[in-house]
Nanobody
Framework: QEQLVESGGGLVQAGGSLRLSCVASGFILSGYAVSWYRQAPGKGRELVESITTAGVSTNYADSVKGRFTISRDNAKNAVYLQMNSLKSEDTAVYYC?????????WGQGTQVTVSS
């Protein structure tokens, strides 16, 4: 079964860190660019970071610049989002997405809650 599974979310105090993982099964993730999105309560889905197959990252959300880092480990078929200096406004469900075979593949999401 081809799927993406996110993990690593949880409850953390403001100023803390989390590392989210996005692991693919059923296909080789290294052949695709991967993006991290988030959706806060009552808001639309926001593109946060992306990474190319060559490992080049792009930040799309000014609010996380300098605090979040995307990376990939092809040996583990995974992409990560390292989140530091977390703020209450980072509270959201975080999703990874791959555009593959003319379709978007989404994981189920992982909840990140930052307490102030």
């Amino acid at each position: 079964q081809e799927q993406l599974v996110e993990s690593g979310g949880g409850l953390v105090q403001a100023g803390g860190s989390l590392r989210l993982s996005c692991v693919a099964s059923g296909f080789i993730l290294s052949g695709y660019a991967v993006s991290w999105y988030r959706q806060a309560p009552g808001k639309g889905r926001e593109l946060v970071e992306s990474i190319t197959t060559a490992g080049v990252s792009t930040n799309y959300a000014d609010s996380v610049k300098g605090r979040f880092t995307i990376s990939r480990d092809n040996a583990k078929n995974a992409v990560y989002l390292q989140m530091n200096s977390l703020k209450s406004e980072d509270t959201a469900v975080y999703y990874c997405m791959v555009y593959r075979r003319l379709a978007e593949y989404w994981g189920q999401g992982t909840q990140v809650t930052v307490s102030s």
